[in-house]
C-alpha cells in the first residue's frame, strides 16, 4: 500500500515555464514532508521541506504548498530551467520516526 | 571525499549469489538506511538502523539482511540474490531531532542475471 502517492510520473515543460509535481498522503499522523532532488548517476539530496503548520514554503524558484485538509502538497518550479531536469520525490514521517516514506517519483525535462 | 560512500558503484552477479553491498559514512550520524530505487516505485526502505545495537526491518526486507559494523558503517547483503532484486540501492544517513535531512550515497546499480 502506497502510503505516499505522487504524479504525474513524468513531465515536460519548457524553459520559463512553471513545474508543478503533486503528492497525497494518507496518514494524518505525518508531520514532515521534504522534496529530494536527484540527478543522473547521484543519490537523491533535499530541495526544500514544510511541516503541516504552515500552507506554504518558498525557497527561491521553489515552492511547497500545503494543503491539511485534502491531505495533499505540491512543488512548483517557477521559471524552470534545463539544469532543473531531474527526477523528484516527495517524501514524509512523523514524529521521530526518522523513517521518510517516499513517493513513486517524478521524471522532469525542462526543454530550451 | 563523500559525505556517504557505497561499493561497488555498479555489480552483476548470478541468481543464487550472495552478495554484500557497502555503506560508511563521515557524517558522525547515529542513523543510517538502506533504500532501493525501481522506476515507477520510488525508493523503498529495506532497513534502517538507528545505533550500532538496534536493526529493524522496513517494508521490504524479504530477501535481505544488514549488518551494523560501527557507527560509520552499514552493510546490506543479498543472501542468495534473485533476479527481481536487480535495482539501484541506496545508502543513507540523517541525524535525529526536528532536522530530517537525509544524506544519500551515489547509490549501487545492481543486476542479478
Known amino acids: 500500500q502506497q502510503q505516499v502517492k505522487q504524479s504525474p510520473q513524468s513531465l515536460i515543460v519548457q524553459k520559463g515555464g512553471i513545474s508543478i509535481i503533486n503528492c497525497a498522503y494518507e496518514?494524518?499522523?505525518?508531520?514532515?514532508f521534504p522534496w529530494y532532488q536527484q540527478f543522473p548517476g547521484k543519490g537523491p539530496a533535499l530541495l526544500i521541506a514544510?511541516?503541516?503548520?504552515?500552507s506554504e514554503k518558498k525557497e527561491g524558484r521553489f515552492t511547497i504548498s500545503f494543503n491539511k485538509s485534502a491531505k495533499q502538497f505540491s512543488l512548483h518550479i517557477m521559471d524552470s530551467q534545463p539544469g532543473d531536469s531531474a527526477t523528484y520525490f516527495c517524501a514524509a514521517t512523523s514524529g521521530n520516526t526518522g523513517k521518510l516514506i517516499f513517493g513513486q517519483g517524478t521524471t522532469l525535462q525542462v526543454k530550451p | 571525499d563523500a559525505d556517504v560512500t557505497q561499493t561497488p558503484r555498479n555489480r552483476i552477479t548470478k541468481t543464487g549469489k550472495r552478495i554484500m553491498l557497502e555503506c560508511s559514512q563521515t557524517k558522525g550520524h547515529d542513523r543510517m538506511y538502506w533504500y532501493r530505487q525501481d522506476p515507477g516505485l520510488g525508493l523503498r526502505l529495506i532497513y534502517y538502523s538507528f545505533d550500532v545495537k538496534d536493526i529493524n526491518k522496513g517494508e521490504i526486507s524479504d530477501g535481505y539482511s544488514v549488518s551494523r559494523q560501527a557507527q560509520a558503517k552499514f552493510s546490506l547483503s543479498l543472501e542468495s540474490a534473485i533476479p527481481n532484486q536487480t535495482a539501484l540501492y541506496f545508502c543513507a544517513t540523517s541525524g535525529q531531532g526536528q532536522d530530517y535531512g537525509y544524506t544519500f550515497g551515489s547509490g549501487t546499480r545492481l543486476t542479478v542475471v
Open positions: 496518514n494524518t499522523a505525518f508531520d514532515y
Open positions: 514544510i511541516r503541516p503548520d504552515v
